[in-house]
């Protein structure tokens, strides 16, 4: 059984250990952008589960500067432990979605501080053109780039009824054009979205396996208010998992998620002021004991039904 530190899946922590030698801690950041699947480019009501604040519920006030929203969620971090070091996470919809130059500007002033060791940028892989490209290179040359790319499942009917607007093409060349500038690519996936099997699921995990990704974020939907999928979740419920229900597909999903991928997300919890369901969520604590527990009761490691 492989181990990675206590755990029994390589998480985020250990990785940035091994890397750093210190854990870094995320400041999330928004740009006040917007996103094509929202302004009309793409679409206009956004995916069905989009907040307003564009998944960016926890971001920093988009009225700050970078260097002030930075200055702001260290102070906010330094008074609970000491830290060092910091991911400058561009969290808030599409943050590859604006003129280069003005991007340059953003991405520049978040390296500028020597505390960010690494530059996480959320965005969609259809948002990612050859001068985009080949700004994340050179900003990559200076500070290591992460880019985060919202996949979310690839299943078509799934991607159609969450209205991501694009197809599985378009991921599958963005993220073969990340790798080819040396990017770090991590992919958000979400379980549990209406009507989708446990293979199915396990499938999108498979398919994930095969691509040159280097992390994963698995996060359960959630149902917030506002949302598309509320007024559907309302008129017509859906299946909603309990915590053991998740944690057991968690537990699959680890075991058959290659060892080579760091997971650096196995819960989420949504704003609580917005969280319609699953409530239980709000309790990250004991859905990452409830997991530890099971792992360990079936015997599960990551990658344990992983074959290459
Ligand atoms: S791509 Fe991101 S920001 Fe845009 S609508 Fe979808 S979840 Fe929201």
Redesign the pocket.
Known sequence: MERWGEKRYYSLDYFLKQTYGEKLYKITLNANLT????DGAVGTG??I??SGQ??GDFAGCPEDSIAVQLAKGKADLNGKRPVHSYIAYFQ???NTYAPVDKLESLYNEAIADPDVKILSI?T?PDCLGEEVLALLSRINKRTPVWVEL?LQTIHPDSASYIR??YPLSVFDEAVRNLRGIGVTVIVHTILFLPGETKEQMLQTIAYLNHMDIQGIKLQLLHILKGTDLASDFLANPFHVPDMEEYVELLGECISHLSPRTVIHRLTGDGPKELLIAPLWTGRKRTVLNTLEHCLKEKDIWQGKEYHG
Do not use: K, L, V, Y
């Open positions: 996103c094509p699947n929202r956004g995916c589960f989009c564009g998944s808030a919809f599409t959320a969609r919202g991501r607007g």
